[in-house]
């Protein structure tokens, strides 16, 4: 029967293609080229799958500022990382992740600012 064809095709292709998936940055927070009037105590990354954070670098005008990542936390969807007190500026923040599931890694970059009085 065609149709049970066509049907078998398809869970096939979706089944490849949840086996070489990536861990693929959903969302943000801070969101990406936000403009913070608070400086922001935490970062998290959303992924759309179970993904565990190799590098997180977080730099100001080309200077890093230190932040800790926690790299035997479990394989997780959101990735929560908390920032020191970050004084305003244009902030940058480059990650690459690990997907536990096929052992790829995946990188990125995006930058958020925080703005006005003060940021720290
Ligand atoms: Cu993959």
């Known amino acids: 029967m065609l149709k049970q064809r066509i049907l ?3 869970c ?4 490849a293609g ?5 861990a693929k940055l959903r969302s943000t927070l801070p969101a990406a080229n936000a403009e913070l009037r608070v400086a922001p105590k935490t970062l ?4 759309n799958e179970e ?3 190799a590098v997180l670098t977080l730099s100001v005008d080309g200077k890093e500022i230190p932040v800790t990542v926690d790299r035997s936390a479990a394989a997780a969807v959101q990735v929560t990382v908390s920032l020191p007190a970050l004084a305003a ?6 990650w690459s992740a690990l997907s536990p599931k096929d052992g790829h890694v995946t990188r ?3 930058s958020f600012a925080i703005v006005g009085p003060g940021g720290a």
């Open 8 to 10: 078998a095709a398809v």
């Open 51 to 53: 993904a565990r954070l």
């Open 108 to 110: 990125g970059a995006f």
């Open 18 to 22: 949840q086996a070489g998936g990536h």
């Open 89 to 94: 500026g244009k902030y940058l923040v480059q």
């Open 12 to 15: 096939a292709m979706i089944l």
């Open 44 to 47: 998290t990354l959303t992924f």
